[in-house]
Nanobody, 122 residues
C-alpha cells in the first residue's frame, strides 16, 4: 500500500500550485484523505481533509488556508488533490498526503505519502 504525492515546487507569493496524491495497493474510497504540512522546526499540521459520506462529504480546512485552498478527490482514480491559490511565504513546507480510517476491529489505520516540498518566495 502506497501513497505517492506530486506537484510541489517553487512559486512566487500570490501564485498557485496543485498537489496530487495517488494511492495504490488498495482502494481508499472509504478513507478520509487529506493533506498535512510541516515547516522546518514546526510540528506537522493538518491542512485539509475530505471524507466521502452518503450523508454528505465532510471537508475540513485549517483556518489560514480555508479561503485559498481546495481539496478534492477522485475515488475512481484513488486520488486526492489540493489546489493552492494565493500562496504565501508562510505556506512553505513539506506537504504530506494521508489516508485514514477507523474501524471497530482495527482501530485507526493511517497511511502517509512521502511528502512534496512547496516553497513560496516573497
Amino acid at each position: 500500500v502506497q501513497l505517492q504525492a506530486s506537484g510541489g515546487g517553487l512559486v512566487q507569493a500570490g501564485g498557485s500550485l496543485r498537489l496530487s496524491c495517488v494511492g495504490s495497493g488498495r482502494s481508499f474510497s472509504n478513507y478520509a484523505m487529506g493533506w498535512y504540512r510541516q515547516a522546518p522546526g514546526d510540528q506537522r499540521e493538518l491542512v485539509a481533509s475530505h471524507l466521502t459520506a452518503a450523508s454528505g462529504d465532510r471537508i475540513n480546512y485549517a483556518p489560514d488556508v480555508k479561503e485559498r485552498f481546495t481539496i478534492s478527490r477522485d475515488d475512481a482514480m484513488n486520488m486526492v488533490h489540493l489546489q493552492m491559490n494565493s500562496l504565501k511565504p508562510q505556506d512553505t513546507a513539506v506537504y504530506f498526503c494521508t489516508a485514514n480510517i477507523w474501524t471497530p476491529g482495527t482501530g485507526s489505520v493511517s497511511y502517509w505519502g512521502q511528502g512534496t516540498q512547496v516553497t513560496v518566495s516573497s
